[in-house]
Nanobody, 118 residues
Framework: QVQLVESGGGLVQAGGSLRLSCAASGSIFSTDTRGWYRQAPGNQRELVATITDGSTNYADSVKGRFTISRDNAKNTVYLQMNSLKPEDTAVYYC?????????????WGQGTQVTVSS
């Protein structure tokens, strides 16, 4: 079983920065994909960034502004968000995806609110 706890959300002005953290407990391996997703009111949940071993992937909307990183010793993944825009306002969810053969299993945190004021 995997449990995820996010922290670091809040209210920030446009152009500001925030760093989100996601601490995981349970069976976490360096080969698991860790990621951040977000969901704004009325929208579907969307991928923000993922990291698998040393490989990262970003949504086009956050490239050059957000950086995902992980500390395997602490089972923690971070999302550094710079140059924030009002359209970044959303609930941000931490994700762990495990792959067993052809099956993928997703685990989610409870979400943390990020609000960017103009």
């Amino acid at each position: 079983q995997v449990q995820l706890v996010e922290s670091g959300g809040g209210l920030v002005q446009a152009g500001g920065s925030l760093r989100l953290s996601c601490a995981a407990s349970g069976s976490i391996f360096s080969t698991d994909t860790r990621g951040w997703y977000r969901q704004a009111p009325g929208n579907q949940r969307e991928l923000v960034a993922t990291i698998t071993d040393g490989s990262t992937n970003y949504a086009d909307s956050v490239k050059g502004r957000f950086t995902i990183s992980r500390d395997n010793a602490k089972n923690t993944v971070y999302l550094q968000m710079n140059s924030l825009k009002p359209e970044d306002t959303a609930v941000y969810y931490c994700n762990v995806q495990k792959t067993w053969g052809l099956r993928k299993y997703d685990y989610w945190g409870q979400g943390t609110q990020v609000t960017v004021s103009s």
